[in-house]
């Protein structure tokens, strides 16, 4: 909610009538240098009608802040109770060769607002309710003199009560119908935090009947009066469309410039996330990271982690600081930010800028978790799946993955159906849920469940007619991006001629690629083609036996077989009967007899 900061407010029907009666006694041919000297001969309130037209550039004279202040300073020293506001102001803000000196500007808000100034009273109010200038916090005297301003018709101090009566505060009872009221009767002047509260009402149905077209047309009139809440938003509508109003990212991008030039923190974040996702605008990483940076450094945790993300990826031009990364997810976790905490969480399990420390990581996994993070989700269940930092519990995992795949998080879902497809954490074994669950994920791309269906496909499981085309073509989705899985799979569909034409030579090119990334089944198959000399390799006994043993080393049944052949028969190595029988005792051990 809106609330209007204490800032320059003048009674305009007071100094209208002052300049009247000035200007009527103004002789033209007066010098205005003499009108300063003879000052003390003037009343109170003279001084205070020169002072303005001093501060504004009015009334013949030329715009001379400084000598305003010294005018004001005589004014409100006799008594003034305007001088005394206006005096009061510059001390707040620092500003017209006065330091800043928010005691002294309370101690003239004091003198003013019981002379029954509304705008001092306002001032005053605002210092009570947030403790400034020497004064305890005190929500009850605040409310008290926001309802004596407002009595007078104080636009701002109306605004400011309607707060109090919409959030209960200082002793007022909490009264929507109230706020809305007092919403109303400031926005009536065109005041704009009431224009933008009231609109909030609207948009939320608080205080009155929910009407989004007509928070719309609100929010536009403060928007238009430069207000950043307002244009934030407004911003929002455009993006989602809301309220009647047609989406619109260029016009949604346009407010969160508005908004941010005014140092909005939300609209800084959001614009930022136009230049990364260039929705609204041209696509500019360099620009984002900015952005990012500048909702960071003011501790917005959004923009912390998601500047963290663009450490990790590179974007903008950033490189990889895994140090700062970690300082921008803690201080984006420390506010709760879910994301955060699982992203910080996987930093500790991985080691990656920090000791690694699985019991850190499980506690900010499980944090992430309990605010229904699909991430934090996934990781909890994964530590429990497979016994990182924790006792393995297959069933406690289940349920979380099931909750994180509900919100369709593409890893939860490829390890759900590994449950289902294998019968674990007390799931029925379901081929059909499995492979639902593995188009899923690799809708999204997850490359497991890419590879995982095209062996349903290949097999004919999960219901499905046996189809090696579509096999071929799931394996080489996921193998055209490096998954070694599926380029072992594809390469023994090219081996076979299985869902398309054989081809030895492309399925050695696939089996290369599998086994450099250590696939266990593609060094054995590549071992096998060097054996044999297969798909355009050269016969090389001794690099087949150099393979077979990186996959026996990792206790692979078939490398470890293949390898007990090479000694028996003494293929690439020297005969060895006895190393033999002991490899073939492994793999029969290993269900390979």
């Known amino acids: ?334 506010q709760c930010y879910a994301p955060a905490q699982s992203a910080l969480g996987l930093c500790y399990e991985k080691g990656d800028g920090v000791d690694r420390d699985l019991g850190e990581a499980l506690q900010l996994y499980r944090l992430a978790a309990e605010q229904g993070n699909a991430q934090g989700q996934f990781c909890l269940g994964s530590c429990y799946d497979e016994s990182k930092g924790v006792e393995q519990d297959q069933t406690e995992a289940a349920r979380l993955y099931k909750l994180a795949a509900d919100q369709g998080h593409a890893n939860a879902l490829f390890s759900l159906g590994i449950f289902y497809e294998r019968g674990l954490g007390g799931l029925p074994l379901d081929q059909a849920e499995a492979l639902r669950l593995y188009r899923l994920a690799g809708n999204q791309g997850n490359l497991g469940a890419l590879c995982n269906a095209g062996v349903f496909y290949e097999q004919g499981w999960g219901g499905v007619a046996a189809d090696a085309a579509e096999a071929v073509r799931l394996y080489k989705l996921a193998a055209d991006r490096g998954f070694a899985p599926a380029q072992k799979n594809l390469g023994y569909c090219y081996e076979n001629g299985t869902g398309v034409a054989q081809d030895t030579a492309e399925a050695a090119r696939l089996y290369c690629l599998a086994a450099e990334q250590g696939d266990l089944g593609a060094l054995c198959n590549l071992g096998v083609y060097f054996e044999k000399g297969l798909g355009g390799l050269e016969q090389d006994t001794a690099k087949a036996v150099e393979l077979y043993k990186l996959a026996a080393a990792e206790g692979y049944a078939r490398g470890l077989k293949n390898l007990a052949i090479c000694y028996q028969e003494g293929v690439g190595i020297e005969k060895d009967e006895a190393e033999a029988q002991r490899l073939f005792k492994r793999a029969a051990e290993k269900g390979l007899a």
Not at 10 to 22: K, R
Request: net charge negative.
């Open 1 to 334: 909610m809106s609330r209007a900061a204490a800032y320059h407010h003048h009674n305009h029907q007071l100094l209208s009538a002052l300049y009247a009666d000035e200007n009527a006694a103004e002789d033209p041919n007066d010098d205005p240098g003499d009108l300063f000297r003879d000052t003390p001969l003037l009343t109170a309130e003279q001084q205070y009608v020169l002072a303005q037209h001093c501060d504004k550039g009015t009334g013949g004279h030329d715009k001379d802040p400084f000598q305003a202040t010294r005018l004001y300073k005589q004014a409100a020293d006799r008594g003034n109770a305007s001088a005394q506001f206006e005096l009061a102001w510059r001390y707040r803000q620092g500003t017209a060769g006065l330091a800043q000196d928010e005691k002294e500007a309370v101690r003239l808000y004091k003198l003013s607002a019981e002379q029954g100034n509304s705008d001092a009273q306002c001032h005053l109010a605002y210092c009570y309710e947030y403790g400034l200038g020497g004064l305890e916090k005190n929500l009850d005297e605040a409310a008290k003199l926001y309802r004596k301003s407002a009595e007078t018709g104080n636009v701002m101090a109306e605004c400011n009560l309607g707060v109090f009566f919409k959030e209960g505060l200082g002793g007022v009872e909490k009264n929507l119908a109230e706020a809305v009221k007092l919403y109303r009767k400031s926005a009536e002047h065109g005041f704009p935090e009431a224009l933008h509260n009231l609109a909030y009402c609207y948009d939320r149905g608080q205080g009155v009947k929910q009407n989004q077209a007509e928070a719309a047309r609100l929010y536009r009139i403060a928007a238009d009066q430069g207000l950043p809440t307002s244009q934030f938003n407004l911003a929002l509508y455009y993006s989602t469309g809301a309220a009647g109003l047609p989406v619109d990212h260029t016009e949604a991008a346009r407010l969160y410039e508005l908004a941010a030039e005014q140092g909005h923190l939300h609209a800084i974040h959001n614009l930022a996330v136009c230049y990364d996702n260039g929705t609204g605008v041209a696509k500019n990483p360099k620009e984002a990271v900015r952005l990012y940076k500048l909702a960071a450094d003011r501790g917005l945790a959004t923009s912390q982690f998601n500047l963290a993300m663009c450490h990790k990826s590179g974007e903008g031009g950033l490189k990889r600081k895994p140090a700062e990364e970690v300082r921008l997810l803690r201080g984006a976790a420390e």
